[in-house]
């Protein structure tokens, strides 16, 4: 049986992301239908997690955290994916399944966009736009209908990054002179942002994650989304949703690093633990209610900033998760200019003394 949902990527963060959003739907008929997994990569531990990822009797999720100020232990289970290929040894068939999808959803990994120079030494291109360009080359030639792409990369504006590389790739590998409008009008690139802690992999599949999740998806004419849930929200404009994300939950992870590496602390210390200072705990605060909030409010974001200051800070404090500083750490100097200097760029109006302070800046 066809899906109408193809995912390529095995994640631990799709396993507890759209995975489990779609089999939730699922349950209340809220769902296109289930989805197809496919793997882009020759991992042998992937490939057990292929297996497992389509068990009839689903994978395991675990939701550890705070919501509301109240602890959550649960454990789900994800009967969403019927099936699962892999594009090295059943690439006829991903062919087959990519042909009758309506959605298709991407998570590759920080190189996922990334294309070498023999990425067509073989019959299967390497690189995850290669692949895609060339099952879109397969579609435009069978004649095929729409199609939404919503890729998960972690990459601002993502849909028009993809779609940029892609149509660069099918300039030089598939010129022909109807498929580049075929592309334009029947595929609808989206641009999305995804929020959640996936803190640990189950084996062989599964996931433990945090109970905050978010799937911002922006809108556009032929957008089809893969179910409806709470958590998948279609949005007019995704950038105060990018600039939340950035300048709270990523400044507040830079501000408590620049604590922590400033004042010496212990190596393998815990945002919670660093938190369960009082000192700690109501500096950020004071950064967050008299640099931040005041920031995104001079953007009429005030409301949205003091509901996403306070979801952070349970978030923070998950009793179940150790993300330590020193990971959060890396590339600081980077982290700083992204998260804090771009942020008083945004908002110049408004007095960011501690915020300066860590920047450097006057």
């Not at 100020?69 to 699962?84: D, F, M, P």
Request: charged share 25%.
């Amino acid at each position: 049986m066809p899906t109408p949902i193809l995912q390529f990527g095995t994640s631990r963060f799709l396993q507890a992301h759209a995975d489990l959003f779609i089999s939730e739907a699922l349950e209340r008929g809220e769902a296109l239908g289930k989805v197809t997994v496919v793997q882009t990569t020759g991992s042998a531990e992937r490939a057990r997690r292929l297996k497992a990822l389509a068990a009839p009797d689903g994978f395991p999720v675990v939701i550890r955290g705070l919501k509301d100020g109240t602890e959550i232990n649960r454990e789900q289970r994800v009967t969403s994916v019927a099936k699962t290929l892999s594009t090295g040894t059943d690439w006829s068939e991903v062919e087959q399944v990519f042909d009758q999808a309506l959605v298709v959803i991407s998570n590759t990994g920080d190189t996922g966009y990334h294309v070498d120079a023999d990425d067509v030494s073989g019959s299967v291109p390497t690189s995850f736009p290669g692949k895609l360009l060339a099952l879109l080359y397969a579609r435009f030639q069978r004649g095929g209908g729409p199609l939404t792409i919503l890729p998960c990369e972690l990459v601002s504006r993502n849909g028009e990054v993809l779609k940029r590389i892609t149509l660069k790739l099918q300039a030089d590998r598939y010129p022909n002179s109807s498929f580049r409008p075929w592309l334009e009008e029947n595929v609808i690139w989206a641009n999305t942002l995804v929020d959640r802690i996936v803190s640990e992999p189950i084996e062989p599949a599964g996931a433990i994650a945090e109970p905050y999740a978010l799937w911002a998806i922006e809108k556009q004419p032929g957008l089809v989304l893969p179910c409806t849930h709470a958590s998948v929200l279609a949005v007019d404009d995704l950038t105060p949703y990018e600039k939340l994300k950035l300048h709270i939950l990523n400044l507040g992870h830079t501000v408590l690093a620049d604590f922590w590496m400033k004042e010496g602390r212990r190596s393998d210390e815990t945002v919670r633990e660093i938190l369960a200072d009082t000192f700690v705990a109501e500096r950020l605060t004071q950064i967050y209610l008299e640099e931040v909030v005041p920031g995104f409010a001079a953007k009429d974001l005030g409301e949205q900033a003091e509901a996403y200051v306070a979801a952070t800070m349970e978030r923070f404090n998950n009793p179940f998760l150790d993300h330590k500083i020193s990971d959060i750490a890396n590339h600081h100097a980077e982290k700083v200019i992204r998260r804090i200097v771009d942020f008083k760029e945004w908002t110049p109006t408004v007095s960011m003394p501690e915020l300066s302070a860590i920047a450097g800046i006057q």
